[in-house]
C-alpha cells in the first residue's frame, strides 16, 4: 500500500506516543477500529505479536469476528479466537468485561503482556463515571497504564486519531453497534454527556479529565508507597498493624493502611466508607470490636489493631448427586446446566467446569470444608483450586455439561 502523506504523518506521530513494553505482545483485537489501529501501529514499528479475538456470542459477534479476521489476514499476523458464553447478570457490559478479560489473560503464555486500545477518550469516560458515582482518588486516577500483564499502549491518543488512522490505511475494521446503545451508561457519557459538556464549557474536556486523572494518579501512587511503609505483622491468617505506626501518618496515608489490611485478610474487598469509619471508632476506642461483613473482626489487642478472620464452624460433610438444574452441597450451591449444542467453549476461571454429557457426578465436602466433585466415582474438580484432566471436555464435541460452583458465604470467587 502507498501511503498518503497524512497517514505517514499520523503513524509517525502516534508510533512517537506508543507505550510498549519490550516483552512477548499480544493484542486484544476486537474487530474495531482501536484495536485495528493498535496492531497497525506495532506492525509499523516492527514489533512482533500475535492476536486474540474474543466471540461473545452476541448479535453483532460474527461480524465482528470477520472484522477481526480480516485485519489480521491485512497485517499477516496470527488469530486466535476465543468463544465466550456470558453469564446472566444484572449488567451485560459488566458480565462481558470480566468474562473477556478472563479468557483473555487465561491465553496468556509466561513472559506475555496483553495490549487493548484503551484511548484517551476511555480515560476520560471512566473517569467522569466514577466521578459520578462517588469515587475516591483510586476511581479518579481512571484507567492504569499498566496493571500486571495487561498495558493499554493507546491511552494518549485520542479516538477520532485511531479511527482516522484505521480508514486512512484502509482496514477493515467494523463498527460493534451495541456502542450506540444509550442502555448503557457508558454510551450516554461517551454520546451525549461528554460532547454536551465540551460544547458548553471546554472544548479540550476530554484532554483535562485524562490530565486530571494522570495528576490524581500520581498523588495515588505517591500515598500507596507512604502506606506500604507502615510495619503490618502476619499471625497466621491475622494481621497486626501498630497503633503508633498507624497514628504517627496522615490519615490519607492511614486510611489505605485499613484498607490495604481488610483486603489482604477479605481480598479483594477493601472496604466501604462506612466500614473504614466503623475501623477508626474501634482505633478511637469509641467501640471494643467492630465486625464487618465477610467475617472480619477489627479489635484492639494491646499496641496492635488487628484484623482476624471470624471462626466460622464448618458444616457437616456433605456427599449430593449432582442433577440438571441447582444442588446444594453444604454451603456451596453447583448448578449443573446440560447443553446440546456443539462445544465451543472452554472452562474460565476455578470456580467453573466442563464434563461429558453421560458422566454421573457428585459433589461432596470434605471434613477440611473443601468442595470435591467426582465424576463416575473419580475425583475431578476442587472448585477454587484445581481442575484434573477428567473436568475438561474436547471442544468441537456435540453436547457437554456446564457445572458452575459458588460458595454461599459470599466472599468466593464465583465462576
Not at 94 to 116: C, F, M, V
Not at 126 to 152: E, F, H, K, Q
Not at 345 to 362: H, K, Q, R
Request: glycine fraction near 8%; proline fraction near 7%.
Amino acid at each position: 500500500m502507498v501511503e498518503t502523506r497524512r497517514l505517514s504523518a499520523l503513524r509517525s506521530r502516534l508510533s512517537d506516543l506508543l507505550l510498549v513494553p519490550d516483552d512477548d505482545l499480544v493484542v486484544a483485537l476486537s474487530g474495531g477500529a482501536d484495536s485495528a489501529a493498535l496492531a497497525f501501529l506495532l506492525t509499523g514499528v516492527g514489533r512482533e505479536f500475535r492476536a486474540i479475538h474474543v466471540n461473545h456470542c452476541l448479535p453483532a459477534s460474527p461480524r465482528l469476528e470477520a472484522a477481526a479476521r480480516a485485519v489480521a489476514e491485512a497485517l499477516g499476523t496470527e488469530l486466535e479466537v476465543i468463544e465466550i458464553e456470558i453469564p446472566e447478570g444484572a449488567s451485560l457490559e459488566g458480565q462481558a468485561r470480566t468474562a473477556r478479560y478472563r479468557a483473555l489473560l487465561a491465553s496468556l503464555t509466561p513472559g506475555e503482556l496483553l495490549l487493548t486500545a484503551h484511548t484517551l477518550d476511555d480515560q476520560a469516560e471512566t473517569v467522569l463515571m466514577n466521578l459520578l458515582r462517588g469515587a475516591g482518588p483510586g476511581g479518579l486516577a481512571g484507567i492504569p497504564p499498566r496493571s500486571g500483564s495487561l498495558v493499554r499502549p493507546l491511552l494518549p491518543v485520542t479516538r477520532s486519531e485511531t479511527r482516522e488512522l484505521a480508514t486512512l490505511a484502509v482496514l477493515p475494521y467494523f463498527d460493534d453497534p451495541s456502542n450506540l446503545d444509550r442502555g448503557f451508561r457508558r454510551n450516554v457519557i461517551r454520546l451525549e454527556v461528554l460532547p454536551d459538556l465540551s460544547a458548553r464549557f471546554n472544548p479540550r474536556l476530554v484532554e483535562s479529565l485524562a490530565r486530571s486523572a494522570s495528576l490524581i494518579g500520581a498523588d495515588e501512587k505517591f500515598l500507596v508507597s507512604e502506606a506500604a511503609a507502615v510495619p503490618v505483622l502476619e499471625e497466621g491468617p491475622s494481621l497486626a498493624v501498630p497503633l503508633g505506626s498507624l497514628l504517627a501518618v496522615p490519615r490519607s496515608v492511614a486510611d489505605r493502611v485499613l484498607r490495604s489490611s481488610l483486603s489482604r485478610v477479605r481480598p479483594p474487598h477493601g472496604g466501604t466508607a462506612a466500614e473504614l469509619e466503623n475501623v477508626w471508632a474501634v482505633v478511637g476506642r469509641a467501640r471494643s470490636a467492630t465486625t464487618l461483613a465477610g467475617g472480619v473482626e477489627v479489635v484492639h489487642e494491646g499496641p496492635f489493631l488487628v484484623f482476624r478472620p471470624i471462626e466460622v464452624v464448618e458444616p457437616v460433610p456433605a456427599r449430593v448427586e449432582l442433577a440438571i438444574g441447582d444442588n446444594q452441597v453444604g454451603e456451596f450451591q453447583i448448578v449443573v446446566e446440560r447443553v446440546d449444542r456443539v462445544c465451543r467453549v472452554a472452562p474460565i476461571g476455578l470456580w467453573s467446569a466442563i464434563f461429558p454429557p453421560d458422566v454421573s457426578l457428585e459433589g461432596r465436602v470434605e471434613e477440611s470444608g473443601r468442595l470435591v466433585v467426582a465424576a463416575n466415582a473419580e475425583k475431578a474438580w476442587l472448585p477454587g483450586e484445581r481442575r484434573l484432566p477428567v473436568a475438561w471436555y474436547q471442544p468441537g464435541t456435540t453436547g457437554y455439561l456446564s457445572v458452575f460452583a459458588t460458595e454461599e458465604r459470599g466472599w468466593t470467587s464465583s465462576p
